[in-house]
């Protein structure tokens, strides 16, 4: 079994600030990390991924996420957010082999304050 | 364009009716995923589909139908056995039926029973 913990339901910022989400997750075998964004009424989309080789992935807008095997963590940071990155973001994990069922966490709202 | 289109975006039913949520893709994904969102809940799996004509139960399929008779289409039918079924419902795909795949998302219909 694999699980996902998100243990920020919200995280306030002001804008130009740095931010870290934190993503923790367990499971027995290897795994897959991915975080998702979420505007507000629509789907989601994915904002990065980890499937093997460097640690560090890094989107297009800036964010970043870094897995920690030892530490079993995908945290999300950005280093200077703007007003546009308030969102919902969501973790997830999928585990090697087979069919892949995608375990999310709750989700972290991050609210960016002017 | 590709992608994912869910309709209706919002859909209001009495208590008691069944309803059924529409969901096609023009990606020529293998497999299919229905999602239920709720508040604080991050996102649960309902049902998912990795070839045509076979779909399987996720976490909470109890109150809920499927089918897949076209790789294109995967409507979700919420039925009177659902005991809440107000909430917001996202439909996804990836492009094969194992791997760790990306999830792409349609927007999601919301659900309202009165």
């Known amino acids: 079994a694999q699980s996902v913990t998100q243990l920020d339901s919200q995280v306030p910022v002001f804008e130009e600030a740095p931010v870290e989400l934190r993503c923790n997750y367990s499971s027995s075998v290897s795994v897959y990390l991915f975080w998702y964004v979420q505007y507000p009424n629509q789907g989601l989309q994915l904002l990065l991924k980890?499937?093997?080789?460097?640690?560090l992935v890094k989107s297009i807008n800036g964010f970043e996420a870094e897995f920690n095997k030892s530490q079993t963590s995908f945290h999300l940071r950005k280093p200077s957010v703007h007003i546009s990155d308030t969102a919902e973001y969501f973790c997830?994990?999928?585990?090697?082999?087979?069919?892949?069922?995608?375990?999310f966490g709750i989700g972290t709202k991050l609210q960016v304050i002017p | 364009d590709g992608g994912i289109t869910q309709s209706p975006k919002y859909l209001f039913r009495k208590e008691g009716q069944n309803v059924t949520l529409s969901c096609e893709q023009n990606?020529?994904?293998?497999?299919m995923y229905w999602y239920r969102q709720d508040p604080g809940q991050g996102l649960r799996l309902i049902y998912y589909s990795q070839i045509v004509n076979d779909f399987q139960k996720g976490d909470i399929a109890e109150g809920y139908s499927v089918s897949r008779e076209k790789k294109e289409s995967f409507p979700l039918t919420v039925t009177s056995a659902q005991k809440n079924p107000t909430a917001f419902y996202l439909c996804?795909?990836?492009?094969?039926?194992?791997?760790?795949?990306?999830?792409?998302f349609g927007p999601g219909t919301r659900l309202t029973v009165l």
């Open positions: 997830a994990v999928t585990n090697s082999g087979g069919y892949q069922k995608v375990t």
């Open positions: 990606l020529n994904h293998d497999a």
């Open positions: 980890y499937l093997s080789g460097s640690t």
């Open positions: 996804a795909s990836t492009p094969r039926r194992e791997g760790p795949d990306t999830q792409y």
